[in-house]
């Protein structure tokens, strides 16, 4: 997109609002792999990058493809791949990785239904959990949980500007419902996006500690060729880079990774309420599902029930305070996902007493529907 | 070299053009596998394959062989890809046989584990085979495959290769060929379509791991692909074939000139066909009829742009490397010429 780019209105599925985002954000690198119903994203990045002196390469497979962006980003790329559950298994060691070693970058993940090669075509919320949790051991991530193809587009750029300030891996995660949606988007004009940079080195001393920070707890990174010397390692490592088993080092460098994102939450943290004020009742549902519940939540006020939404736009970390400061009060929660129930372990640790919670699950390869929201919602106002 | 001998096809009177032969002109020990009673119909009709899919016509014949070179004891592990999606959904299962989807990239692992657990319980009358397209076999599935030949684990893979991913909706892979349209690698800019210089020669690559037998193979001479199977049954150990599938969603060509695509693939040199033993080549299939590489490119839209003027170096890079192959292989001779 050339600089003086105006802001136009475009009907594009949501695959490709994805693509845009990233070159609105700057994205000039993407490594990926063909998967089902991710592969737009790639198409399109395979048309746009080039248009904008970026790099666009197909790598041999998931594995590779993960490994390519960490390098390019590295070498002071801004960087994506995009894929479906899959593929976003085979991914896991090399997000662990980036949250480890600190290393921007931005993996779609277009769920459709597991597990293992499951429903490649139809969609699912199934991988709640392992985005937060797919790859081993204590780390930090933030995961992204649009709901509709202009969200796609605006979080797509937020989730770089997210990932690039805190070098923390951020996940979009939506699904093959809204991949393949088409809606009308407003593409930015350039000067329009806010766009966030990471920090760069700026001074090549020899006691140079690549990984110590500041109160933000967020290392400068260096940028290779300006004279940097630095060592990058999976392994756990101290303020100079190099691998330590000191446990006090450890503890040091573990607490940071994890208190960065605590301590900038509020940047991270995002959701939307609707109607939550007078309810007594609240639903929680994000991504494809949010849709049907803003319909239900209609309807229920029209026979008299009086509910609301709560959506996670940040689905992880979960946007706690907000959420707390919502269901207060509530009678009830019903929670709609499209998997077996895994946020609803997230909403049972968060309920007030006396809150009852129930959970409205769809695992057959469709989506959620208004009318299945309503009636458990009059289910729950009935129970309760 | 050795000439493959063509024990297969003796008959050679009164042939125009297709060079094709039809089973009641051969003798009855000379007939294919699907002209004879031992045919099993291990991949079924129903299956929802395109019209005029190379694949399912290779993996018919390639099968049946196998199965009758195995009195009907064969397992097959199949990797992701368009074989396994046009023929298992209900109702257009068409596998007639034990048959294990993996996944994208193991096939070749989960056929050596079949093979490992029937030796140590004694069961190696019953064979196994991998099969996958090129994407599963020469980019996700590589490393497994390397490990099935270095071990020499006893497992025939066969790839079958339609140079793109077809199933996720015809993305480049390491297969592909130089200048090849595909989405992603559109035909844009100075160097339009895939780029050159890239890409494995799976059988070379297989070749290098001194396995006991690897061979190319094609559509277009069914009695050759399945001499080349039996022929890899005949042996212990890993094994690999690869057969050229044309596809014509991918490749842009018009369904009813598969067969043909494949014969031009091979006789314009493109596709050389060979065999090889123990890592040396002992068979190759001269050109009976050396066509231009322009006459197979022509027919297929992801080559449109190769004809167009400021393309001219695109064609010739591609007719450069048919020359290398019928140079490397030795593909026409004097012998091989039109009798």
């Given at each position: 997109m050339p600089d003086s780019a105006p802001t136009k209105t475009v009907n594009l599925p949501g695959n490709h609002a994805c693509a845009l985002g990233a070159i609105a954000a700057g994205c000039r690198f993407y490594a990926g792999y063909p998967i089902t119903p991710s592969s737009e994203v790639a198409e399109r990045m395979s048309v746009e990058l080039p248009r904008v002196d970026g790099v666009f390469i197909q790598m041999e497979d998931e594995v590779a493809s993960m490994g390519a962006i960490l390098g390019a980003s590295m070498g002071g790329m801004k960087v994506m791949t995009a894929t479906s559950g899959p593929g976003f298994s085979l991914k896991q060691e090399n997000i662990g990785y980036a949250a480890g070693a600190e290393?921007?970058?931005?993996?779609?993940?277009?769920?459709?239904?597991?597990?293992?090669?499951?429903?490649?075509?139809?969609?699912?919320?199934?991988?709640?959990?392992?985005?937060?949790?797919?790859?081993?051991?204590?780390?930090?991530?933030?995961?992204?949980?649009?709901?509709?193809?202009?969200?796609?587009?605006?979080?797509?750029?937020?989730?770089?500007?997210?990932?690039?300030?805190?070098?923390?891996?951020?996940?979009?995660?939506?699904?093959?419902?809204?991949?393949?949606?088409?809606?009308?988007?407003?593409?930015?004009?350039?000067?329009?996006?806010?766009?966030?940079?990471?920090?760069?080195?700026a001074d090549p001393k020899p006691e140079f500690q690549p990984y110590a920070s500041g109160d933000d707890l967020i290392p400068e990174m260096v940028r290779p060729g300006d004279g940097f010397r630095t060592?990058?390692?999976?392994?756990?490592?101290?303020?100079?880079?190099?691998?330590?088993?000191?446990?006090?080092?450890?503890?040091?460098?573990?607490?940071?990774?994890?208190?960065?994102?605590?301590?900038?939450?509020?940047?991270?943290?995002?959701?939307?309420?609707?109607?939550?004020?007078?309810?007594?009742?609240?639903v929680v549902a994000f991504g494809i599902t949010a849709r049907a519940a803003r319909r239900a939540i209609k309807q229920a006020r029209e026979q008299g029930v009086r509910v609301g939404m709560f959506r996670p736009i940040t689905l992880w970390p979960f946007p706690v305070a907000a959420f707390e400061s919502i269901v207060g009060g509530k009678h009830g929660v019903l929670i709609a996902e499209m998997n077996a129930g895994q946020l609803i372990t997230e909403i049972e640790r968060y309920r007030p007493a006396g809150c009852r919670v129930d959970g409205l699950n769809r695992i057959d390869g469709e989506t959620i529907t208004p009318r299945q929201i309503l009636n458990s919602l009059r289910e729950l106002a009935d129970n309760e | 070299m050795a000439q493959i001998p063509e024990s297969q096809q003796k008959v050679k009177f009164y042939q125009t053009g297709t060079f094709t032969v039809g089973n009641r002109l051969l003798d009855a020990e000379h007939r294919n596998v699907q002209a004879t009673m031992d045919r099993c119909n291990s991949l079924d009709s129903g299956h929802r394959a395109c019209q005029g899919c190379g694949e399912a016509l290779g993996a018919r014949f390639a099968i049946d062989a196998a199965m009758r070179a195995s009195n009907n004891q064969l397992i097959a592990a199949n990797a992701t890809g368009c074989l396994e999606v046009f023929t298992t959904p209900y109702p257009q299962t068409a596998w007639s046989m034990p048959w294990i989807h993996s996944l994208f990239g193991n096939a070749?692992?989960?056929?050596?584990?079949?093979?490992?657990?029937?030796?140590?319980?004694?069961?190696?009358?019953?064979?196994?085979?991998?099969?996958?397209?090129?994407?599963?076999?020469?980019?996700?599935?590589?490393?497994?495959?390397?490990?099935?030949?270095?071990?020499?684990?006893?497992?025939?893979?066969?790839?079958?290769?339609?140079?793109?991913?077809?199933?996720?909706?015809?993305?480049?892979?390491?297969?592909?060929?130089?200048?090849?349209?595909?989405?992603?690698?559109?035909?844009?800019?100075?160097?339009?379509?895939?780029?050159?210089?890239?890409?494995?020669?799976?059988?070379?690559?297989?070749?290098?791991?001194?396995?006991?037998?690897?061979?190319?193979?094609?559509?277009?001479?069914?009695?050759?692909?399945?001499?080349?199977?039996?022929?890899?049954?005949?042996?212990?150990?890993?094994?690999?074939?690869?057969?050229?599938?044309?596809?014509?969603?991918?490749?842009?060509?018009?369904?009813?000139?598969?067969?043909?695509?494949?014969?031009?693939?091979?006789?314009?040199?493109?596709?050389?066909?060979?065999?090889?033993?123990?890592?040396?080549?002992?068979?190759?299939?001269?050109?009976?009829?050396?066509?231009?590489?322009?006459?197979?490119?022509?027919?297929?839209?992801?080559?449109?742009?190769?004809f167009k003027p400021d393309n001219a170096h695109q064609l010739e890079q591609l007719e450069a490397i048919a020359e290398r192959n019928i140079r490397r292989f030795d593909l026409v001779s004097a012998e091989g010429e039109e009798e």
């Open positions: 290393i921007p970058c931005v993996i779609v993940n277009v769920m459709r239904g597991g597990p293992s090669t499951g429903l490649p075509t139809r969609p699912a919320q199934a991988d709640v959990m392992q985005a937060r949790w797919g790859t081993h051991g204590d780390h930090p991530i933030v995961v992204i949980t649009p709901d509709s193809v202009p969200e796609i587009y605006a979080q797509t750029i937020r989730a770089f500007n997210l990932s690039e300030q805190l070098r923390v891996p951020v996940v979009m995660l939506y699904d093959e419902a809204l991949g393949h949606l088409i809606e009308q988007v407003s593409l930015s004009g350039s000067g329009d996006i806010e766009i966030a940079n990471r920090k760069w080195a060592h990058t390692t999976g392994l756990t490592h101290a303020e100079n880079g190099f691998p330590t088993q000191d446990p006090e080092l450890v503890d040091q460098y573990m607490r940071r990774i994890l208190d960065k994102l605590e301590i900038h939450n509020a940047l991270i943290e995002s959701f939307e309420a609707i109607d939550t004020e007078d309810a007594d009742y609240l | 070749s692992a989960v056929a050596s584990g079949i093979a490992a657990a029937l030796k140590a319980k004694g069961r190696e009358d019953v064979r196994v085979i991998a099969q996958g397209g090129d994407g599963g076999t020469t980019d996700i599935g590589f490393g497994c495959l390397s490990g099935t030949f270095d071990r020499n684990d006893d497992v025939l893979y066969i790839c079958y290769n339609n140079q793109a991913y077809m199933n996720t909706g015809v993305q480049r892979s390491s297969a592909t060929p130089g200048a090849a349209r595909t989405a992603t690698t559109m035909p844009v800019g100075k160097n339009p379509g895939n780029v050159f210089g890239t890409g494995k020669n799976v059988p070379l690559v297989a070749m290098a791991h001194q396995i006991p037998y690897v061979a190319t193979a094609s559509v277009h001479d069914l009695h050759d692909l399945e001499y080349k199977v039996t022929r890899a049954m005949e042996v212990r150990g890993a094994r690999y074939i690869e057969i050229f599938v044309p596809c014509p969603l991918g490749w842009g060509s018009k369904p009813g000139d598969t067969v043909k695509l494949a014969r031009l693939a091979v006789e314009s040199g493109m596709y050389p066909l060979f065999e090889a033993e123990d890592g040396e080549i002992t068979g190759v299939t001269k050109i009976r009829r050396h066509v231009a590489v322009s006459e197979y490119l022509k027919l297929q839209r992801r080559f449109a742009h190769v």
